[in-house]
């Protein structure tokens, strides 16, 4: 799986579609292969009872198991409804976007998606680096943060950075608030300075949050660096 | 200092603010709901409330 890309890459793309997306559902889409499944895929503990799956990988990209959710067709149907209740079309072109990102995104890990599901369950993957949710959140992150993994969010950082135009107020009024009237109805409710926090909220997530996993990982723990593919090769990596 | 120069100088706060919090209480970094939360409380209602207070 990717970390901070799923938070930053729909910024990238609204860079460069500007009004023909709306940032909202580009997000939705963006995070929604892993928001329903992710407390399930780790674990969790709840009034001192356990919940989890009990071959996490299996839930989490394969079928039987919530591994659709990582499929070009999701994106497709989840679209569609979206366009049958809203008749908004840039809604539903946004959100397919978006979880396309996801899926394609993920097959950057050595376990893979199932991107054509339900035609095939073959999992997609160039291998790149440890896919391990099997040793739990922070042992997955230290190994994320620890390999290739970090370099792509560290792209993603990087090319967020350098569109810093999209984060501004001017682009906020010009762009953002032009292609969904989400805005414009919040507006109502909340200042300037709450909808501008809000629509950066997941840039700020990403950016800070990539810097302080890399920190957690190499100066407050010691984990070692291997950005040879497939890396860190200390990590128990799940495969196909 | 300009209204653009405090929103910056309030999200490099905030942001620096997150990352030392992250990287030693790192369950902090796993909700993207008090993550935007926090954003919220550093550059919107604090500075309201700052600005309110001021006023008073």
Avoid: C
């Avoid at chain 1, 054509?116 to 997955?140: C, H, K, M, N």
């Avoid at chain 1, 810097?211 to 957690?216: E, K, Q, S, V, Y």
């Amino acid at each position: 799986m990717s970390w901070a890309t799923h938070d930053l890459e729909p910024y990238a793309i609204q860079r460069h579609l500007k009004g023909k997306v709306a940032i909202i559902p580009l997000l939705i889409g963006s995070y929604s292969p892993d928001v329903a499944t992710k407390w399930f895929v780790y674990g969790t503990n709840i009034f001192g009872l356990e919940f989890g799956a009990e071959d996490a990988a299996q839930f989490h990209r394969g079928w039987p198991g919530a591994g659709f959710t990582h499929s070009l067709a999701f994106g497709v149907v989840v679209a569609l409804l979206i366009f049958a209740v809203s008749r908004h079309r840039v809604w539903a072109v946004s959100f397919v976007i978006g979880q396309w990102s996801h899926a394609l995104s993920d097959t950057g890990d050595t376990m893979g998606t199932m991107l054509l599901f339900p035609f095939t369950t073959q999992l997609y993957s160039v291998e790149a680096w440890a896919y391990a949710v099997q040793v739990g959140r922070f042992g997955d992150a230290a190994a994320y943060f620890s390999g290739p993994g970090f370099v792509w969010d560290g792209f993603w950082v990087a090319y967020g950075l350098l569109s810093w135009r999209v984060l501004t107020r001017s682009y906020f009024h010009e762009v953002i608030t032009q292609a969904d009237p989400v805005w414009g109805w919040a507006g109502r409710f909340l200042p300037e300075a709450a909808l501008l926090a809000l629509y950066r909220a997941s840039f700020f997530y990403g950016v800070t949050r990539w810097t302080a996993w890399l920190l957690w990982a190499h100066v407050v723990n010691d984990y070692a660096f291997d950005i040879s593919w497939g890396g860190p090769d200390w990590s128990p990596a799940l495969s196909r | 200092m300009t209204s653009d120069r405090l929103s910056l100088f309030l999200y490099l706060a905030a942001g620096a603010v997150y990352v030392t919090l992250g990287a030693f209480f790192p369950r902090v970094l796993l909700s993207w709901v008090e993550g935007a939360g926090f954003l919220l409380l550093a550059v919107w209602l604090l500075p309201a409330l700052a600005r309110w207070l001021l006023r008073r």
